[in-house]
T-cell receptor, first 114, second 112 residues
Framework: ETGVTQSPTHLIKTRGQQVTLRCSSQ?????VSWYQQALGQGPQFIFQ???????GRGNFPPRFSGLQFPNYSSELNVNALELDDSALYLC?????????????FGPGTRLLVL | AQTVTQSQPEMSVQEAETVTLSCTYD???????LFWYKQPPSRQMILVIR??????QNATENRFSVNFQKAAKSFSLKISDSQLGDAAMYFC?????????FGTGTSLTVIP
């Protein structure tokens, strides 16, 4: 276990709805990154938050947004859900935001969009 | 263009034998980091090993070692004395700036 937790574990939504996923980082970590992992694929980087500010973003549209709170937990929000948003969403925390930092992953949230 | 390529979707190895998983990457940077992550069926991804590009010495962690060929942009993972618990998806990852690029993974089966 990495100490990173995510909720909920599973979620079913319909197209057009909005969803919020949550992540609690490992104790002492101030950086959280979010990934989308489609079935049979590797994780795709969505964005990273460092000390409550977005600190890098992958090739995802603005309807994917996030927050990081003072306790360094984080939320991923997805608006106007599309069928292709169905995936495993992983968050990972790290001690700092540097590229050399090891990331510790949570178990993920499985999102199904119908 | 794919930044990280894992050309072996599936591999199998006999228990106690050695297996090598391949990874190539594309970059024009000289300083970067490479990682191998393991994702068991329970889904929680864990770090196996990492390599700093400026280090010529190949990283080793117990039964896991890498063959890092910087000029060839190759970063393979060798698992020695394979164990049943090594069965998982293995992802190669390259870090550039604030962005992380993962390969599509190699599913490793360990045969008793």
């Amino acid at each position: 276990e990495t100490g990173v937790t995510q909720s909920p574990t599973h979620l079913i939504k319909t197209r057009g709805q909005q969803v919020t996923l949550r992540c609690s980082s490992q104790s002492g970590h101030n950086t959280v990154s979010w990934y989308q992992q489609a079935l049979g694929q590797g994780p795709q980087f969505i964005f990273q938050y460092y000390r409550e500010e977005e600190n890098g973003r992958g090739n995802f549209p603005p309807r994917f947004s996030g927050l990081q709170f003072p306790n360094y937990s984080s939320e991923l929000n997805v608006n106007a859900l599309e069928l292709d948003d169905s995936a495993l969403y992983l968050c990972a925390s790290s001690l700092l935001a540097g590229v050399e930092e090891t990331q510790y992953f949570g178990p993920g949230t499985r999102l199904l969009v119908l | 263009a794919q930044t990280v390529t894992q050309s072996q979707p599936e591999m199998s190895v006999q228990e106690a034998e050695t297996v090598t998983l391949s990874c190539t990457y594309d970059t024009s940077e000289s300083d970067y980091y490479l990682f191998w992550y393991k994702q068991p069926p329970s889904r929680q991804m864990i770090l196996v090993i990492r390599q700093e590009a400026y280090k010529q010495q190949n990283a080793t962690e117990n039964r896991f070692s890498v063959n890092f060929q910087k000029a060839a942009k190759s970063f393979s993972l060798k698992i020695s004395d394979s164990q049943l618990g090594d069965a998982a998806m293995y992802f190669c990852a390259y870090i550039r700036g604030n962005q992380f690029y993962f390969g599509t993974g190699t599913s490793l089966t360990v045969i008793p």
